[in-house]
């Protein structure tokens, strides 16, 4: 009973994780396309989905499976994007020697993430242990230092954060920023807790700190997004809600699809998460693409009207005047609509 209880907890956070971290991603990116902070924040959403999606797998899968190395270890790739947001909300004065730290925190993720993938110094196996459990996974020699890695980094976007929060002026901002840094204080809570379990073999479960890092992606994206708004002087009003409101509904509708096909076919919900990924993308773009195909057909139609007025000018003759040429056409129009 209590195992099955923690399956499900730990499904439902882990889920709710994915669909919440890849929904906000797109939900930035799309209101602000030109923004620098919007782009790494919504890399460090999308390389957590990864996480949680590998979680996911492990726990609702068939017995065995496994994803790819990068589905969960592209969680690796959020620690340089979001300490490198937090060097860029920091003032152009206080960045200086931060500035010099984000290609080498680049460096070394990718050094990290190529000896999980191709050495057992990170990883050395998975143990008989259910994956319900952070002990389910042998820590290799270099562990330890991985996992001081893992905690050091985000602890340092914590202080960048805290920083910029101490130097904002305005006092809305400086609530956005500490919303940033209580969100990479969890990440940090996450890994620390994570690690220490991994590193130490202590049979805890694992949906604490999925809970954790779900918590602080739902605050990391909240944050940015009403940064953006604030910093671009766009109201963002019940937009976020809305949007919220609508993805939740279609969550909904393809959760109730894969549980009528649970109970009629036994197809298992795993096999559903894909599908569920895909739909978060595209109601997440559709909007964005709609505007995008506006803008190319009304393009063509601003260039016919443009030529036709130059048609009608170039037809208008030099001593007549523009307005009696015009006022007929216009009066003609008018009365049609």
Do not use: K
Request: aromatic share 14%.
């Amino acid at each position: 009973m209590v195992r099955e209880f923690l399956t499900t907890l730990t499904a439902v956070a882990n889920f709710a994780g994915l669909v919440v971290s890849l929904w906000l991603g797109f939900y930035i990116v799309t209101r602000s396309p030109r923004s620098r902070p919007s782009w790494l924040a919504s890399g460090a959403l999308w390389a957590l989905t990864g996480y949680f999606l590998n979680n996911l797998t492990y726990v609702q899968g068939p017995p065995g499976s496994r994803l790819p190395w990068w589905w969960g270890w592209s969680v690796a790739l959020a620690v340089p994007l979001w300490f490198h947001l937090s060097v860029a909300l920091l003032p152009q004065g206080a960045a200086r020697w931060q500035r010099w730290g984000v290609p080498l925190v680049y460096f070394v993720t990718l050094n990290w993430v190529a000896m999980e993938a191709f050495t057992p110094w990170i990883f050395e196996a998975v143990t008989t242990e259910p994956a319900l459990y952070s002990s389910a996974q042998q820590p290799g020699a270099l562990y330890p230092l991985f996992v001081l890695y893992l905690i050091a980094v985000p602890l340092l976007s914590t202080w960048n954060l805290a920083l910029a929060w101490r130097q904002a002026r305005s006092a809305v901002i400086r609530t956005q920023l500490a919303l940033l840094a209580w969100a990479a204080a969890l990440a940090v809570f996450a890994a620390a807790y994570n690690g220490a379990a991994v590193w130490l073999g202590l049979r805890v479960p694992l949906v604490i700190s999925s809970l954790a890092l779900a918590a602080g992606v739902a605050l990391l994206g909240y944050a940015v997004a009403r940064y953006n708004a604030l910093v671009e002087g766009r109201a963002l009003g019940v937009d976020l809600p809305y949007t919220a409101l609508a993805m939740g509904l279609v969550v909904a509708a393809y959760l109730l699809a894969a549980w009528i096909s649970n109970v009629l076919f036994n197809v298992p919900f795993i096999a559903f998460v894909f599908v569920i990924m895909l739909a978060v993308i595209s109601h997440s773009l559709y909007d964005r693409g709609r505007s995008l195909l506006d803008s190319i057909f009304y393009r063509q139609r601003h260039r016919e009207l443009r030529s036709s007025l130059r048609e009608l000018v170039n037809r208008i003759q030099p001593d007549e005047d523009i307005s009696a040429a015009l006022t007929p056409l216009l009066e003609t129009v008018c009365g049609a609509l």
